[in-house]
Each structure stands twice: as C-alpha cells, then as structure tokens.
C-alpha cells in the first residue's frame, strides 16, 4: 500500500537531488533546481516541496538563502507527510527540514 497524507496536492515534491563533489558551488544545484521550478509551473503547480538534512549546510543555504524555499514548520500535518515517505525520525532518517517554494507566474 502506497503512503498516503494529508498536504495540499497542487505541487510539486522533489525526491532527490545531488551534485557530484567536484562540481558542487558552480551553479549545477541552482540550474537543476531551476528546472524543476519551470516544470513545475509548466505544470500548473502552485509549489515546490523537498527535505534537506539539518546537517547538509550547503544544501540548506543554497534552498534558502539563494533559491527562497522556506522551512515549513514541525506541525503535525508536515510530520504526517515526512513520515509517510519514510524520512521521519522513526524510520531512521537522518533529522531535516520540510521546505517550500511558492511558484509564480514568469515575469517576461
């Protein structure tokens, strides 16, 4: 049985992104990220979501300071959906934040 919750359906979860070492901090993260963002609002989706480990920093900076996702707060919903794609603390994940972007329309 698939995992079920209860988050707003209208976005977008991106399940897994990495950059190989070398070429980390030359813009491949932020282009990669970019892309989901256009096929997500090519889409109709309102939202982008993606966990990132507490302990990633560059991961974290790159999502929130440079790209503006948001940490969503630990409140049950957001718990409900962590766990139900198996990264709550239960399953043995490593601890991380939930975060969103909101996807608007392109300005031309």
């Known amino acids: 049985q698939l995992p079920t919750h209860q988050l707003n359906t209208d976005?977008?979860?991106?399940?897994?992104?990495?950059?190989?070492?070398?070429?980390r901090r030359r813009g491949v993260g932020k282009a990669l990220m970019g892309g989901a963002e256009e096929i997500g609002r090519a889409q109709g989706s309102s939202f982008l979501?993606?966990?990132?480990?507490?302990?990633?920093?560059?991961?974290?900076?790159?999502y929130q300071d440079t790209l503006g996702y948001e940490i969503l707060p630990a409140i049950k919903e957001n718990m409900e959906f962590t766990s139900a794609i198996?990264?709550?603390p239960e399953q043995g994940a490593?601890?991380?934040?939930?975060?969103?972007?909101?996807?608007?329309e392109l300005q031309l």
């Not at 490593?94 to 608007?104: D, G």
């Open 94 to 104: 490593p601890l991380n934040y939930l975060m969103r972007k909101e996807l608007k």
């Open 49 to 62: 979501l993606l966990h990132v480990e507490l302990s990633a920093l560059g991961p974290l900076a790159l």
């Open 11 to 23: 976005g977008l979860y991106v399940c897994a992104l990495s950059v190989v070492e070398k070429a």
């Open 86 to 88: 198996n990264l709550g």
